[in-house]
């Protein structure tokens, strides 16, 4: 019901924030591809909470069991399961929050659809959940490397009304991994981290846009016309935690352009390959993808639950103040940022496989 994404290279991702623990089932991953505890958990360390002076003070070590699937270092292809269990809970903190809703957090969604909720530190809505996601996107970040040569590269593009200066064609994970707020652009960073400082001081959040590229995408991935490339690009990346909003190549900016303006003019390079002079397109037209970067940006809400005291209600209607405790990232886009790679890569090789099964079966 909604928890399984994915249709050749699909994951089922299970667990609660403050329950015994998170992870995922990963079913059709080829066999025989190495993968290590320590190349899961290397993706797993870049979202974990409390690795900075600017996330959530929980310390979790988010230390990955492999239950199945995995043998010998290998794949068997057979259903991967990936669990990490929950130490650090406080679900005290939460007591208030049996009865009073935090204002634009999941409370009182989750009570109006399924009449019961795990209150503990949001349950199933929390962004713990998405563990499970960043570990298999490990393993279809590998096979994607394996397969093509892609890469995928996420970083913090602006934070509030700061903006960082990147190159997506030619920016590093080194780069975006050089300081804790991951802008690559390392003055733009520095006045990032001082900002969500404030903020935190404050009892308040705030957000901003994480930008993605994806390099050496080979052609011909997307399946029109319901299963577009930047259809399912962007249900994946919108169904993380406190997205709200996702822009491709020009996203919103081409509305202001001809078409003359802008449509990527073709050329051949000097390996023969077709090619575009300029890429507002995103690396996808007509649904599928073209060889050239993918290139979206997802914008992120300030973090719901703040120390502000503000304006709500109760489960029974009565209007009450709440002053949320609890340990809560002041801005979650540092974190978000191996969750959108994760997301990206889930889709690429889901459609990898699709396309492979279809169209290179009779070749």
């Known amino acids: 019901m909604g928890n399984t994404f994915g249709h050749l290279f699909r994951v089922t991702t299970f667990g609660e924030s403050h329950g015994g623990g998170v992870g995922v089932v990963i079913d ?67 007591d208030e929050m049996q009865q009073k809703y935090r204002p634009s957090h999941a409370d009182a969604t989750y009570d109006a659809k399924y009449g019961i909720r795990n209150w503990q530190g949001g349950g199933r809505s929390s962004a713990r959940e998405t ?3 960043v570990a298999a996107g490990a ?23 700061i903006e960082g200066v990147v190159d997506p064609s030619s920016v590093t994970l080194e780069q975006v991994e050089s300081n804790i707020v991951r802008c690559p652009d390392p003055e733009c960073a520095d006045r990032m ?4 400082e404030q903020i935190g001081r404050q009892g308040d959040s705030v957000g901003g846009v994480v930008e993605c590229v994806t390099r050496n995408v080979p052609k011909g991935l997307g399946s029109p016309v319901f299963d577009k ?44 390959e077709i090619r575009t002079v300029t890429n507002r397109s995103g690396g996808v037209q007509g649904g599928i993808s073209n060889g050239e970067n993918i290139i979206l940006r997802i914008a992120f809400k300030p973090t719901a639950t703040i120390r502000k005291e503000q304006k709500t209600v ?11 405790k609890g340990r809560h990232d002041p801005c979650v886009l540092p974190r978000a940022v191996p969750m959108v790679e994760a997301m990206v890569a889930l889709v690429l090789c889901d459609h990898l496989l699709r396309h492979q099964g279809q169209c290179s079966v009779l070749s």
């Open 131 to 133: 563990i499970g996601r």
């Open 28 to 94: 059709g991953c080829p066999p025989r591809l190495e993968i290590s505890v320590e190349e899961i958990q290397w993706e797993l360390d870049r979202r974990r909470p409390g690795q900075s002076k600017i996330t959530t003070p929980r310390k979790e070590a988010d230390s990955c069991e492999i239950l199945s699937g995995i043998f010998e270092g290998k794949t068997l292809g057979t259903p991967i399961s990936i669990l990490v269990r929950n130490k650090d809970t406080r679900p005290q903190d939460y």
């Open 139 to 161: 393993i279809a970040k590998k096979i994607l490397h394996q397969v093509a040569g892609v890469e995928v590269v996420a970083y913090v593009k602006r934070i509030k009304d």
């Open 314 to 324: 109760t489960n029974a209607g009565e209007e009450t103040l709440l002053a949320a």
């Open 193 to 196: 981290i001082e900002l969500i």
């Open 229 to 272: 490339l930047e259809a399912d690009l962007a249900k994946a990346v919108m169904s993380l935690p406190a997205t709200k909003g996702f822009e491709i190549g020009s996203g919103f900016a081409g509305t202001l352009m001809t078409g003359s303006e802008h449509n990527d003019e073709y050329y051949t390079d000097e390996n023969g």
